[in-house]
């Protein structure tokens, strides 16, 4: 089975800076897109930045200039680089990676979650 696992987070105030880390680990064939998502309180879970497998990008609207994502291939990781960061952005984040399995099948694997707190 592949597991994503998350690193990074914690408390931070507004304005900060933060770094966010995803490594897949177990057997597949590959893994296509991977991005993440954050949750907070009371509201659905939305996507933050997506990147594809050939690198390139796409991100939410309310995080375009702010946050940077990359991944490196070669070790199937995953970086979200969260700068001049709101109160707002205060959320469960999680990651996630479009997974082909050994078998062939299809599969969306998908981290813990770690804890982005921004205070004023």
């Known amino acids: 089975q592949v597991q994503l696992v998350e690193s990074g987070g914690g408390s931070v105030q507004a304005g900060g800076s933060l770094r966010l880390s995803c490594a897949a680990s177990g057997s597949r064939r590959s893994i296509g897109t991977m991005g993440w998502f954050r949750q907070a309180p009371g509201k659905q879970r939305e996507l933050v930045a997506k990147i594809f497998s050939d690198g390139s990008p796409d991100y939410a609207d309310s995080v375009k200039g702010r946050f940077t994502i990359s991944r490196d291939n070669a070790k199937n990781t995953v970086l979200l680089q969260m700068s001049s960061l709101k109160p707002e952005d205060t959320a469960t984040y999680y990651c996630?990676?479009?997974?082909?399995?050994?078998?062939?099948?299809?599969?969306?694997?998908w981290g813990q979650g770690t804890q982005v707190t921004v205070s004023t």
């Open positions: 996630y990676g479009a997974v082909i399995l050994v078998t062939g099948l299809p599969y969306t694997a």
